[in-house]
């Protein structure tokens, strides 16, 4: 033989499963971008100056005695943001998140085509900061390449990137489905607590005697959960998928001064679509054999 | 609790608003099985509507105790009952939206932060299954099924004659007695049993199981399968234990539950991450 060997992250079962498949591995290919996070505002800062209630008799210290009036300068919407908190996603640091996974993804696509492949199995994916580098986050993605001996990509289709074992990619095509890619999005939220989760949080107040829900931290997370996972259909849409497997959320929640809350989610998964050939086949009972 | 299978009370309003489009665009799915339980979920006729979840931050109110005494703290556990049950309630309200029969694969996660002691953050996650034929699989009281069980489970249940109507749950958050100085003393140096701890433990479990088990009892069950009973300190120290036990509480589709018999094979799997 007078190829490279190749060099693969595959399992022997799974080694044997992608041959079966009619698939060679090739080589590890990596796709990284390291982004480095730009300034942004502070929200709080803003929405506080222009919500700052006003003061009309009474005194200081005399909360709670009914001689402060709050004179809101909007409406009733000030007072209730002011009491139950607000949400705002942040729309530069989301993006940051965004771009750093669409650039790395693109180039592992980019290092794949150079080796040949038509698919990239087993994608491992690291996410995160560096203790040297704090205002930088990274997206980094390896995995092996696989060619095959019988089926040719279209030059301007995308190489699927499966982060599913060789095993699982062959059980996937074998009953009729094909990956079309890593789908993924990213949201981070800034939460600007109310006052009835400050009192609450306040150590011994009134408030935090009794067991309640953070609605406003709730809300913010469910928000920023929901963008995510909007993004990771409107990518997979693009790509004409049925659905998307296996996902995986991350997520980070920080919290900032006066209570209030960064919420970075993360989402992944792996976009599927359906194929003309390929059955779902019978199952059976079976005892392994196995180590435990 | 009486429970309104249409209602939206506690998913926000682009909640629902996702879970429409999701609805009208018919087939997209998202879903956080692996590829063999959605292969299996598929083989037992359901089809994966979506990736449902609830969460909820809650905030846990001030609970008094006193030193030397076995007690359950009551206030931790029904703020860690109760904030469960909004995160798994929400959880429903969305599968229910998508017109689901049930959840499989539910995860119930706890988190406590760093930066707040009283706070903690409840997440159910699963995915919202619906039989292909439109056979309705919902739990008798209208609600949409939920289990914790893996896909693999689902299906091996299904086909075996059972089928899950809800995941149950009870807990106990409970305080273990320090002992005093002349117990300690009349002990020092010997091997004895500690009769309170072992009261404190044993007691505190048989309140979560039983608690558990009224749920189950609740949901016309026949029985409950793949119980974890495990015990956690959210970090309120060393004497303060909360007892879980969550299972799939299940009811008989058939009269037999006769299975083939299984044949022997060598596994090409990966294995386990675990031991990666």
């Known amino acids: 033989m007078s190829e490279r060997p190749f060099g693969s992250t595959l399992s022997t079962g799974s080694f044997l499963a992608m041959r079966k498949a009619g698939f060679r591995p090739l080589r590890q290919v990596q796709g990284s971008s390291i982004l480095s996070l730009g300034w942004q505002r502070s929200p709080a800062l803003a929405l506080r100056s222009s919500l700052k209630p006003k003061l009309i008799g009474g005194g200081y210290g005399s909360y709670g005695t009914g001689a402060q009036v709050y004179l809101p300068t909007g409406s009733l919407a000030v007072q209730q943001y002011l009491n139950e908190g607000v949400w705002m996603e942040l729309e530069e640091r989301t993006a940051a998140y965004n771009d750093v996974r669409r650039e790395a993804v693109t180039r592992l696509r980019d290092n794949a085509r150079e080796a040949g492949a038509v698919a990239v199995v087993d994608v491992r994916v690291r996410r995160g900061r560096f203790a040297h580098a704090p205002h930088a986050i990274e997206f980094t993605a390896i995995g092996t390449a696989v060619a095959s001996d019988g089926l040719e990509l279209a030059e301007d289709e995308a190489i699927p990137l499966v982060s599913l074992s060789g095993g699982e990619f062959w059980k996937l095509y074998d009953s009729g489905y094909w990956p079309l890619g890593i789908v993924g999005g990213s949201s981070v939220v800034y939460v600007i607590s109310g006052y009835r989760t400050k009192f609450a949080r306040l150590r011994l107040s009134k408030r935090s005697l009794r067991n309640q829900e953070y609605e406003d931290y709730t809300i913010g997370l469910s928000e920023a959960r929901r963008r995510a996972m909007g993004r990771l259909r409107q990518e997979a849409r693009e790509v004409a998928a049925a659905g998307a497997l296996a996902i995986e959320i991350a997520r980070e929640q920080r919290e900032q001064k006066d209570d209030n809350l960064i919420v970075t989610i993360d989402v992944l998964g792996n976009a599927i679509a359906p194929l003309e050939q390929g059955a779902p086949r019978g199952v059976a009972y079976a005892l392994g054999l196995g180590k435990a | ?276």
């Open chain 2, 1 to 276: 609790m009486s429970y309104d299978p249409t209602s939206v009370e506690g998913i926000p309003e682009h909640g629902r608003e996702r879970l429409r489009r999701i609805r009208e665009s018919g087939r997209f799915f998202t879903s956080d099985l692996s590829v063999n339980e959605f292969l299996l979920v598929r083989q037992a006729g359901f089809d994966p509507l979506g990736l449902v979840l609830g969460s909820s931050i809650y905030h846990i109110g001030l609970q008094l105790r006193r030193w030397d005494k076995n007690q359950e703290l009551d206030v931790l556990t029904q703020a860690m009952y109760h904030a469960r049950e909004l995160a798994m309630t929400r959880m429903e309200e969305e599968a229910d939206q998508l017109g689901a029969d049930g959840i499989v694969g539910v995860r119930l996660d706890v988190g406590r932060h760093a930066w707040g002691g009283e706070l903690a953050e409840f997440i159910a996650i699963g995915t919202a299954v619906k039989h292909r034929e439109g056979e309705l699989h919902r739990a008798p009281s209208g609600r949409p099924f939920t289990s914790d069980l893996s896909g693999q489970d689902f299906w091996t249940l299904l086909s075996a004659g059972y089928r899950p109507v809800g995941l149950v749950l009870g807990n106990c958050v409970y305080h273990v007695a320090h002992q005093n100085v002349g117990r300690w003393i009349s002990r020092v140096g010997r091997n004895v049993e500690m009769p309170n701890y072992t009261q404190a433990l044993y007691d505190a479990r048989e309140l979560a199981m039983e608690r558990m088990q009224a749920e189950a009892e609740s949901l016309e069950a026949e029985g409950i399968v793949g119980v974890d009973l495990h015990e956690r300190s959210h970090g309120w120290g060393s004497h303060v234990i909360e007892f879980v036990a969550i299972g799939t509480a299940i009811i008989p589709t058939k009269a037999d539950h006769e299975i083939a018999t299984p044949s022997l094979v060598l596994n090409l799997n990966d294995p386990p991450p675990s031991l990666k």
